[in-house]
């Protein structure tokens, strides 16, 4: 039984997670998606796959340079944070960006490093062989 302090408090949480944070969260998806999607089209990729959720990430890293079977690092706890930062200095590099603008804007606030990329005048330059 609740006791009447928490009651409402505990209501107020569930009301806040069924409607505030699903719009919230809907708005952000949506935004990566638009940002993801302008990234993919300079870096030749059909921009639809933004819309994929997992391929998303498997283009993102294959954009990055590394091979799309990578992207089972994600699944590895500590492994998944290195290998993120390696994603964005990568990425930052195929679009001729530096690491300061890598670790900032493409790993802590991914999908804003991904607008100021898909939309700015940065372009994409495939990993040389």
């Known amino acids: ?4 302090i928490t009651a409402p408090v ?5 009301e806040f ?17 638009v940002a993801a999607w302008k990234v993919f089209s300079k870096a ?4 639809i796959l933004a819309l994929i959720p997992i391929v998303n990430v498997i283009v993102l890293v294959k954009i990055a340079g590394y091979s799309g079977w990578l992207v089972l ?8 944070v290195v290998f993120t930062i390696l994603v964005a200095l990568r990425l930052g590099e195929r679009f001729g960006k530096g690491a300061a603008f890598s670790i900032f804007w493409l790993w802590l606030f991914q999908f804003v490093g991904c ?7 940065a372009r994409y330059t495939p990993r040389k062989a």
């Open 1 to 4: 039984m609740d006791t009447p």
């Open 10 to 14: 505990d209501q107020a949480l569930a």
């Open 17 to 33: 997670s069924s409607g505030t944070a699903s719009i919230i969260m809907f708005a952000y998806y949506v935004l990566w998606v």
């Open 44 to 47: 030749g990729y059909p921009g």
């Open 73 to 80: 690092l994600y699944l590895i706890p500590i492994v998944n």
């Open 115 to 121: 607008f100021i990329i898909g939309f700015g005048s």
